[in-house]
């Protein structure tokens, strides 16, 4: 089994923590497994809800302020065509149709993998609008 493969496997059966696992954590935890760098070290355990997420990091406001500066730090770079295995910050319709800030990882040509309130969704690059994405350089 490939290691991106294994990784979304092993999300599948983390319960969904703010702070703790969520979908911007499932992102540093893959930049962490392929490169050996933590770029959410800091943020970890510093909320505990989606309005802390809020207050704390301005999440649902500004997520990419959240974001760029830690994935810089870890060196990943900016890219305008992610292949399989880069990491996002990605905006995806809810319930209403409004459009959310998630991380995500680029589990296929045409998938995002995103942590979901209960293990992780595959959603499709069509349906989403990609704000920012990291190359991670994960080589199967």
Same mark, same amino acid.
């Given at each position: 089994?490939? =290691?991106l493969? $294994? ?8 319960? %969904?923590?703010?702070?703790?696992? &969520?979908?911007?954590?499932?992102a ?21 809800? @989606? $309005?802390?997420?809020? =207050? ?16 810089? $730090? @870890?060196?990943l $770079? ?12 990605? &905006?995806?319709? &809810?319930?209403?149709?409004?459009m ?9 040509? =045409? %998938?995002?993998?995103?942590r979901a ?6 959603? @499709?690059?069509?349906v ?9 350089g994960?080589?199967?």
């Amino acid at each position: 089994m490939d =290691r991106l493969l $294994a990784f979304v496997n092993l999300q599948q059966v983390e319960p %969904f923590l703010w702070g703790q696992s &969520d979908c911007v954590l499932m992102a540093a935890d893959w930049v962490r497994a392929v490169r050996g760098v933590d770029p959410a070290a800091d943020l970890r355990l510093t909320y505990g809800s @989606a $309005a802390e997420a809020e =207050r704390v990091l301005r999440w649902y406001s500004d997520p990419l302020a959240v974001v760029a500066p830690r994935m810089a $730090a @870890a060196g990943l $770079a900016l890219t305008d065509a992610p292949v399989r295995g880069d990491v996002a910050v990605i &905006d995806v319709p &809810d319930e209403r149709g409004r459009m959310r800030p998630h991380g995500a990882v680029l589990f296929g040509q =045409r %998938f995002w993998a995103v942590r979901a309130e209960v293990g992780v969704t595959c959603i @499709a690059r069509d349906v989403v609008a990609m704000r920012a994405a990291w190359g991670v350089g994960y080589v199967v």
